[in-house]
Nanobody
């Protein structure tokens, strides 16, 4: 059974930090590019950040660039999202997803094959 399990969400004050982790099991981790998405109440889901199979390529949404950092550990089958300088508008359920079909050495936000169930991040004073 393929599984992606997010952890690390919670309540944090504006300006604070959280580190989300996505633990992945059930398939060859190195075969998949991984992306983080988020969905805020009443809004569509959006791609936040992604990382290539090797970890050599990363991408960030403009809204999080310079504040969030994605990383992967292919030995531990985990992908982390370090979130700094959090803002109330970062409040959302965060999901990780896996993409086997990505062509080349990049990553993206379309055609994800597997999804986690999400973890809630609330940024509020």
């Amino acid at each position: 059974q393929l599984q992606l399990v997010e952890s690390g969400g919670g309540l944090v004050q504006p300006g604070g930090s959280l580190r989300l982790s996505c633990a992945i099991s059930g398939f060859t981790f190195r075969s998949y590019a991984i992306a983080w998405f988020r969905q805020a109440p009443g809004k569509e889901r959006e791609g936040v950040s992604c990382i290539s199979r090797s970890g050599g390529f990363t991408d960030y949404a403009d809204s999080v660039k310079g504040r969030f950092t994605i990383s992967r550990d292919n030995a531990k089958n985990t992908v982390d999202l370090q979130m700094n300088s959090l803002k109330p508008e970062d409040t959302a359920v965060y999901y990780c997803a896996a993409d086997r079909g990505i062509v080349g050495s990049g990553c993206g936000y379309d055609g994800m094959d597997y999804w986690g169930r999400g973890t809630l991040v609330t940024v509020s004073s």
